[in-house]
C-alpha cells in the first residue's frame, strides 16, 4: 500500500516485489563510517541497523530467491505466489536501505537544496520549511513501522510526499521517483530517541544529502542543473 501527497493524500496499491534474475545480493558498505552521522544518529544505531537489520534483509531475499528458484524449476506456482511476501518485505528492505544510506550525510558535509530541486521545492510548497514540515507530519502518522519519502511523480510532474508500509519499496508502476527516503521503523531511532519518532523526525534534516537528493531529481525530470 502506498501513500502520497501533493498536500492530499491519495493511495494506490503496489504489486508484488519479484526477484530478477535470481542473482545473489550482498550488503552494501556504507559511503561513511558508523559514528559520522554523530550526534544526529548514534554510531550504535549505525551498525547494528546496517551490520544486523540490513543484513537480515539480505539474507532473507536470497533465501527467498533460492527458493523461488526451487518452485519456478518444478513449476509450483502455489509456492512462488507464497514467497511474494518475503521478496516483498526482504527485498523492499533492501532496497530501501541501499538507497536511505547515500540519501544521508555528515552533519558537517549538509548543504541545503540547490539548482532545479531547489526551485521545485519552492515551486511546490513554497519553502522548505513547509516541505520538511508537511514531510513530519506525515512520517509521524505511519502507522507502526515504514518510511516516508520526497518523490517526483511523473504524473503530476511535480514532488510530492509518499509513505509506505513496512519495507514497501516506492516501485516503477506507482510513478514515483524517490528522491529522499526516511526510516521511521524504531529500529532506526528508538537507541537514542527512544518513542520519540518526531524529535527523530527534527534531527534527521541535519543530516540529508541533498546533493543525492538533487542528483536523483536531475535524472528522474532530464534538467541539467
Same mark, same amino acid.
Given at each position: =500500500?502506498?501513500?502520497?501527497?501533493?498536500?492530499?493524500?491519495?493511495?494506490? *496499491? *503496489?504489486?508484488?516485489?519479484? %526477484?530478477?534474475?535470481?542473482?545473489t545480493?550482498?550488503?552494501?558498505?556504507?559511503?561513511?563510517?558508523? $559514528?559520522?552521522?554523530?550526534?544526529?544518529?548514534?554510531?550504535?544505531?549505525?551498525?547494528?541497523? /546496517?551490520?544486523?537489520? /540490513?543484513? *537480515?534483509?539480505v539474507?532473507?531475499?536470497?533465501?527467498?530467491?533460492?527458493?523461488?528458484?526451487?518452485?519456478?524449476?518444478k513449476?509450483?506456482?502455489?509456492?512462488?505466489?507464497?514467497?511474494? $511476501?518475503?521478496?516483498?518485505?526482504? $527485498?523492499?528492505?533492501?532496497?530501501?536501505?541501499? =538507497?536511505?544510506?547515500?540519501?544521508?550525510?555528515?552533519?558537517?558535509?549538509?548543504?541545503?537544496?540547490?539548482?532545479?530541486?531547489?526551485? *521545485?521545492?519552492?515551486?511546490?510548497?513554497?519553502?522548505?520549511?513547509?516541505?520538511?514540515?508537511?514531510f @513530519?507530519?506525515?512520517?509521524?502518522?505511519?502507522?507502526?513501522?515504514?518510511?516516508?519519502?520526497?518523490?517526483?511523480?511523473?504524473?503530476?510532474?511535480?514532488?510530492?510526499? %509518499?509513505?509506505t508500509?513496512?519495507?514497501?519499496?516506492?516501485?516503477?508502476t506507482?510513478?514515483?521517483?524517490?528522491?529522499?527516503?526516511?526510516?521511521?521503523?524504531? /529500529?532506526?531511532?528508538?537507541?537514542?530517541?527512544?518513542?520519540?519518532?518526531?524529535?527523530?523526525?527534527?534531527?534527521?534534516?541535519?543530516?540529508? @544529502?541533498?546533493?543525492? %537528493?538533487?542528483?536523483?531529481?536531475?535524472?528522474?525530470?532530464?534538467?541539467?542543473?
Amino acid at each position: =500500500m502506498l501513500r502520497h501527497s501533493l498536500g492530499t493524500g491519495r493511495r494506490a *496499491a *503496489a504489486p508484488a516485489l519479484l %526477484a530478477r534474475g535470481m542473482q545473489t545480493i550482498t550488503l552494501p558498505g556504507l559511503p561513511y563510517d558508523y $559514528g559520522a552521522l554523530q550526534p544526529v544518529i548514534s554510531g550504535e544505531i549505525m551498525e547494528l541497523h /546496517h551490520k544486523k537489520h /540490513h543484513q *537480515a534483509y539480505v539474507n532473507g531475499a536470497n533465501k527467498a530467491m533460492e527458493q523461488l528458484a526451487e518452485a519456478q524449476r518444478k513449476g509450483d506456482v502455489a509456492k512462488m505466489i507464497e514467497l511474494q $511476501g518475503a521478496l516483498r518485505f526482504n $527485498g523492499g528492505g533492501h532496497l530501501n536501505h541501499s =538507497m536511505f544510506w547515500k540519501m544521508l550525510c555528515p552533519p558537517k558535509e549538509y548543504e541545503p537544496p540547490s539548482g532545479a530541486l531547489e526551485q *521545485a521545492i519552492e515551486a511546490d510548497w513554497g519553502a522548505l520549511d513547509a516541505l520538511v514540515a508537511q514531510f @513530519n507530519a506525515k512520517a509521524a502518522g505511519v502507522q507502526g513501522s515504514g518510511w516516508a519519502w520526497l518523490a517526483f511523480s511523473k504524473e503530476a510532474k511535480r514532488t510530492v510526499i %509518499a509513505t509506505t508500509p513496512n519495507q514497501d519499496p516506492l516501485e516503477p508502476t506507482s510513478g514515483l521517483v524517490p528522491l529522499l527516503g526516511i526510516d521511521v521503523w524504531e /529500529h532506526a531511532y528508538y537507541l537514542q530517541y527512544k518513542n520519540a519518532r518526531p524529535d527523530y523526525l527534527k534531527e534527521v534534516w541535519k543530516v540529508v @544529502n541533498w546533493k543525492e %537528493a538533487g542528483r536523483r531529481y536531475r535524472e528522474a525530470t532530464g534538467s541539467g542543473v
